[in-house]
């Protein structure tokens, strides 16, 4: 039982016991029978709890929910059994304490039996609200479950897609006999470690990924000319401020996939900017390699697709081209609270 329903449990026990038990009484001619019938009186009180507690614990309408159709009606025959005897009773118990009483159906078994009546329908109010309850928290355990499941297939689809870019840069590297071979391999390190240590973390400091982005950048400009220049800006307020991983790395890896030219000048700006709980973040290339224009942009759809599952309503992702190159923009809003509720 969770929270939620322990303390929906408590306040409608609350609400029989100390509202609905002393109106009822008022009701009904059962408040007379303290002066007339106190034991009577008693009697009937501690049925009516008793045969509330039996109720809602048997929980009558759960069963007629899962299908356990002959558990149900017995449990309904037997508290109608149970209420005709104590009914019965309670015509005896009024006799023992006033004689003048006839032993024969009178007000006060129907009394008992409208007393049960309104116990037996509050009793299945009760179980259809638990009931509910717990349909909406198992339809919300199987939300994200399959949320769960989604997000770890496009972190799946995320790996080789990086690692396959980033061989390819290694590989170029190592036929052109660079120089920079050690340094590029101690970064691709790096980012396999990145990789390998939030595979199954949702969230990460949003410090791990602005120094994930930095390894990629680093990496990809010890393969560039001349002719690509790159600037980068973090501007972070909390570093802590959580993150889920890989979001933002897809962005920029286009850039450099479709926004580089070996002769003509290009240009890549990458901006990151988070302030109270808000990420603003944006890519250009100014350059757009026109043999790439056809390509499928799987990884973008796979990061829209996480975007979806992890912030809901609260991300803005634009993409557009003009004159000047490709244009990105994520914003993301209230990212500690999503933290929260992902956990």
Known sequence: MTMTEKKLNLYTNLF????????????????????????????????????????????????????????????LLLSLGITALFARFAVWLSYYERPATPQH????????????????????????????TRLARAREEMEAQRD???????????????????????????????????????????????TYN??????????????????????????????????????????????????LITFVENAFKYGISSTDDSHIDVKLRVRRGTLLFTVFNSHINPQKKTSTHSGIRNVRHRLDLLYTDDYTLRAHADHEGYHVRLEIRQMGRHQSLKM
Not at 205 to 229: A, F, I, K
């Open 16 to 75: 029989f016991f100390f509202i609905f038990i002393p109106v009822l009484t008022l009701v009904v001619p059962t408040v007379k029978w303290v002066e007339t019938r106190p034991w009577l009186f008693v009697a009937v009180t501690v049925y009516l709890i008793i045969i509330y507690q039996a109720l809602t614990h048997a929980n009558i309408p759960g069963l007629f929910i899962r299908r356990h159709y002959v558990r149900s009606i017995i449990y």
């Open 105 to 132: 159906w009178s007000p006060i078994e129907s009394t008992v039996w409208f007393l049960f009546l309104v116990i037996l329908g509050f009793s299945f109010f009760y179980n259809m609200l638990m009931e509910s």
């Open 148 to 194: 769960k499941a989604e997000l770890a297939m496009y972190k799946a689809q995320i790996n080789p897609h990086f690692l396959f870019n980033t061989l390819n840069t290694l590989y170029g590297l190592i036929l052109t006999d660079s120089d920079k071979r050690e340094e590029a391999f101690e970064k691709f390190i790096n980012m396999c470690k990145y």
């Open 198 to 247: 939030n595979a199954n973390r949702d969230f990460i400091p949003m410090s791990e990924e602005t120094d994930y982005l930095q390894e990629y950048v680093d990496l990809q400009q010890l393969r560039l000319g001349d002719t690509t220049h790159v600037t980068t800006s973090y501007d972070v307020d909390n570093p802590d401020t959580p993150v889920a991983p890989m979001i």
